[in-house]
């Protein structure tokens, strides 16, 4: 039987990938973002290609009952998640105490709150059931302190560290909690992140080398 994957994230770079990529090896989807019209539009081509169900929940997984919601839609809907991505998430450059409080907690909010409350409110039917599995999508920013990136490579820490924390509880379960841990991806991360500059110059570094 198909396995439904339920990916925050899934309007565009990595988090979209792994839609298509589930898709593709014939798993239905929940996809959850903001953007309304890319998930839609991701629904449509998944579903004609590869004949497989697609459901749609436009998001912004920053507002504190999002989670909550994202959860009792699929409950609603009658759709049992196999796997839950967590994968939304933005960064952003600049030093601590010159970036505004807004833009971090916003930042805290998605890569770490709203990750904690679907793990929180998806993991007990996944033991209950003893099958299911989580991917959280971390970074190798996670592995290191990051100056002009703090709280982005802080939030990528809590990730990781929680990811691997709540995998030894479940040893003796069928269900696994795994992180992706990507380098620099081509995605619109640089954008939204207001990092493009940087990545610009370190394409010209890369260049004159
Ligand atoms: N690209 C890299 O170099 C890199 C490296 C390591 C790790 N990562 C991690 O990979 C993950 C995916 O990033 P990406 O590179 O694929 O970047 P991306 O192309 O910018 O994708 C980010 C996704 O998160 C969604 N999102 C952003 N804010 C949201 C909100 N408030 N509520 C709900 N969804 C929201 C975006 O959709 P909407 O705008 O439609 O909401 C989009 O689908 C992130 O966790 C990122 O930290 C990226």
């Known amino acids: 039987m198909s396995k439904t994957a339920l990916i925050t ?5 990595i988090g979209k990938e792994l839609a298509i990529i589930h898709a593709q090896q014939g798993g239905n989807l929940v996809l959850v973002a ?6 839609n539009e991701l629904k449509q081509t998944l579903e004609s290609q590869h004949k497989v169900s697609v459901y749609v929940i436009a998001k912004d997984l920053t507002n504190a009952n999002a989670p909550q919601e994202v959860y009792d839609e699929v409950q609603t809907q009658g759709i049992t998640v196999d796997y839950l991505i967590n994968n939304a998430g933005f960064g952003g450059r600049g030093k601590f105490h010159e970036r505004s409080i807004e833009d971090d907690l916003a930042m805290i909010n998605l890569n770490i ?3 904690t409350l679907l793990t929180k409110l998806f993991l007990p039917d996944f033991v209950k059931r003893n099958s299911g599995k989580i991917l959280n999508t971390s970074s190798t920013a996670s592995f290191m302190p990051g100056p002009l990136q703090a709280v982005y490579f802080a939030t990528k820490t809590y990730v990781t560290f929680l990811s691997n924390a709540i995998a030894e509880e479940l040893y003796d379960t069928n269900v696994t909690v795994t992180n992706l841990m990507p380098g620099a ?5 640089a954008k939204t992140s207001g990092m493009e500059k940087q990545v610009y110059l370190n394409k010209q570094q890369r260049h004159i080398q």
């Open 113 to 115: 709150v709203a990750l």
């Open 34 to 39: 903001r953007r309304a019209d890319k998930l």
């Open 185 to 189: 991806t081509e995605s619109e991360f």
């Open 9 to 13: 994230g899934a309007s565009s770079g």
